[in-house]
């Protein structure tokens, strides 16, 4: 199973420093002897019969490019510490950059239609809320008997407040959606130009 995928565009620093450690037959022999398991640069001169000063060049390069690391230290017998090198986990894939503008206007059109939904709920909702006005006490009549008055309850709701209340908020709504998606569309505008 691969840990981590890589995603090169050709030119790309580390694209290069892969093509320069690829360059050599010998750093592929290096390559396939430590598909089997980790190995020392003693190790690697030996089954490959090159120098060991071959090996550390090669090996070098292809620590610098990130295919294969410094998986563990041992020490001799001699007390000198030898480096252990293994297979990085990861999967490269190197491929030029494209700007696919479907997707993108996918993406953004797909947030745009979000946004229109949501104003149009806000819109049909608020006069829904607003129709749960506030309660007042209106009085009705005297009673004959004790001269106190009785109290009627009764919604109070302006229908003016409410057609005010509810374009205000959609209005509100769609203009922080609309500018939200505008500053994304700045961003993806900015990378695109800054990665050309």
């Known amino acids: 199973m691969t840990g ?9 620093e580390r694209a290069q420093k892969i093509a ?3 360059g050599s037959q010998t750093a ?20 490959l019969n090159i120098p060991l000063t071959t090996a550390k ?5 292809l620590l610098d490019a990130g295919l294969i690391t410094v998986s563990e230290t041992r ?8 480096k252990m090198y293994s297979l990085t986990d990861q999967l490269l894939i190197v491929a ?41 006490a209106v009085p009705m009549a005297a009673n004959r008997a004790g001269g106190s008055e009785m109290y009627a309850v009764k919604a109070v709701a302006d229908s003016s407040i409410v057609q005010e209340v509810s374009p205000d908020l ?17 961003y993806e505008a900015y990378l695109w130009k800054k990665k050309r």
Request: proline fraction near 4%; charged fraction near 15%; charge should be neutral.
């Open 4 to 12: 981590n995928v890589v995603v090169l565009e050709p030119g790309d």
């Open 20 to 22: 320069k450690a690829m």
């Open 28 to 47: 592929s022999d290096i390559l396939t002897l430590l598909a089997a398991g980790t190995k020392s640069l003693t190790d690697i001169t030996e089954q």
């Open 57 to 61: 060049y090669h090996a070098e390069n």
């Open 75 to 82: 020490y001799s017998i001699k007390g000198r510490e030898v």
């Open 96 to 136: 030029p950059k494209q700007t696919n503008v479907r997707a993108l206007l996918l993406k953004y059109s797909s947030l745009f239609g979000i946004v229109i939904a949501g104003t149009l709920a806000i819109f049909a909702l608020t006069p829904l809320l607003a129709s749960q006005a506030p309660v007042g």
């Open 170 to 186: 959609a209005l509100a709504f769609f203009c922080g959606g609309a500018f939200v998606i505008f500053v994304l569309l700045c």
